[in-house]
């Protein structure tokens, strides 16, 4: 049945009856293609927002439709009705484009058009309060605030998009990201957090306009009587919540003048809390918060160095378990770099841990560096461990062809039974 002619902008795909998408077998690209089909997008919206190029997108859909994986469906707009007598048949009215209204989008970029309207739709409320910025209740506890913290991270991280062209979509997407770093550290920090809300109660009388009673403003209209002397004035006091708020402004001052002290002697971690106060007590200085993100991004590369180099102190005493979870904790502070993911990966598979983590961190460095022979050859040797022969075999012959000298992916090849993929580490065996 051919799924790509004339009628297949009309067409609606969606998942096949019992069809469970976690039981297929996909690489990440597949599926993220399949996460976009929720049976209101049509066959030609997904060739332009599936993240593959529209033959492979095509390509995909067309297998998945012969193997039952998908089923189509005409669009509401492309079904025929009966007309009334005497009358003629209006005309089929067709999908609005999907970029219309939204003259900023450009098919030709790197990045999916759904991101690209994901990007600006997130930029147009970059003023909300950080709560929503996350996706979170007012009063979240600090794992919700995790949670959806990676959950955007996954999305929106410059570092995903590498080597990409983002054309005017890689600044839109580095102030974006900006604001939800700033989001996370602030309300992940119960001290911060409470300077906040500090900040925020000493502000709202400060920024109100009190009103006076209707007896006052009588007075204050009425004309002044010949001989009477003017009433006598209150000199003017601060009142005590603009005291505050002024106490706090001047605190938030100092707080950044330490830290960017800090900063200039590279110490990064110093630097970011000092920082993190210093917007606490005045969240509405725009300069605190531009200097933020980088001072955060260097505190964030200091810690995770401090990680990595606890692994490796680890594996030397063969403590893989402590080796694991140090490498686990750096993720968080740099979870889209590929070596990093690729050596936690390894370390998970080679020392029996999670295999389901661990192919999520091969796949993840994978995506981010789709020529590196090694990423491709570990996740392979996952696959083929899992029992998923043919992703196995697809992901090892391409680490042959990026490298042709990977002896391991070769001998990975020719070694038979998909279940007894060889895991070594520092002299031991397992087999998955």
């Known amino acids: 049945m051919q799924v790509g002619g004339k009628n297949a902008p009309e067409r609606i795909p969606r998942l096949g009856p019992g069809v469970d998408p976690a039981r297929l077998a996909l690489t990440p690209a597949e599926g993220y293609l399949l996460s976009r089909i929720d049976g209101r997008t049509s066959w030609s919206e997904l060739r332009q927002i599936g993240g593959l190029p529209p033959a492979e997108v095509e390509r995909c859909l067309g ?134 809300e500090r900040s925020l109660a000493a502000a709202a009388p400060a920024n109100a306009t009190p009103q006076a ?74 300069a605190y918060k531009e200097q933020f993100v980088e001072v955060h991004r260097r505190a964030h590369d200091e810690r995770a160095k401090q990680l990595v180099k606890e692994a490796e102190s680890a594996l030397e005493l063969r403590d893989y378990a402590s080796a694991l979870r140090s490498f686990e904790e750096a993720l968080q502070d740099r979870p889209h770099d590929a070596d990093l993911l690729r050596r936690a990966a390894r370390l998970s598979f080679a020392s029996g841990g999670d295999l389901r983590q661990a192919k999520e961190w091969a796949a993840a460095a994978v995506e981010i560096e789709p020529r590196d022979a090694a990423a491709h050859r570990l996740l392979g040797q996952i696959f083929k461990a899992a029992g998923l022969e043919a992703n196995a075999r697809r992901e090892l012959e391409i680490a042959l062809e990026l490298d042709p000298k990977d002896e391991e992916a070769r001998a990975e090849l020719r070694a038979s039974g998909p279940l007894q993929a060889l895991r070594r580490l520092g002299g031991k065996r397992w087999v998955g």
């Open 63 to 196: 297998r998945w439709l012969s193997e039952g994986v998908l089923v189509v469906s005409a669009a509401p707009q492309a079904r025929e009705s009966k007309a009334a007598p005497g009358r003629e048949p209006a005309p089929a009215r067709r999908p609005a484009p999907s970029i219309a209204g939204r003259p900023e989008l450009d098919p030709s970029l790197d990045i999916p058009l759904e991101l690209q309207r994901r990007i600006l739709e997130f930029g147009e409320r970059l003023d909300a309060p950080y709560h929503e910025i996350l996706g979170v209740p007012r009063d979240a506890d600090r794992k919700a605030l995790r949670h959806a913290y990676f959950q955007l991270s996954k999305e929106l991280h410059p570092d995903r998009y590498f080597r990409r062209n983002l054309g005017p979509f890689a600044k839109r997407l580095e102030r974006v990201f900006g604001r939800v770093v700033e989001a996370y550290e602030l309300l992940s920090d119960p001290t911060a957090r409470a300077e906040i």
């Open 213 to 286: 009673s209707p007896a006052a403003a009588a007075a204050e209209a009425a004309p002044e009587r010949a001989g009477t002397p003017p009433p006598r004035r209150r000199p003017h006091v601060f009142s005590v919540p603009s005291r505050m708020l002024k106490e706090r402004k001047a605190r938030a001052k100092r707080f950044f003048e330490s830290g960017m002290a800090a900063y200039g002697a590279g110490r990064w971690l110093e630097a970011a809390g000092a920082v993190r106060l210093a917007i606490a007590h005045d969240p509405w200085n725009a």
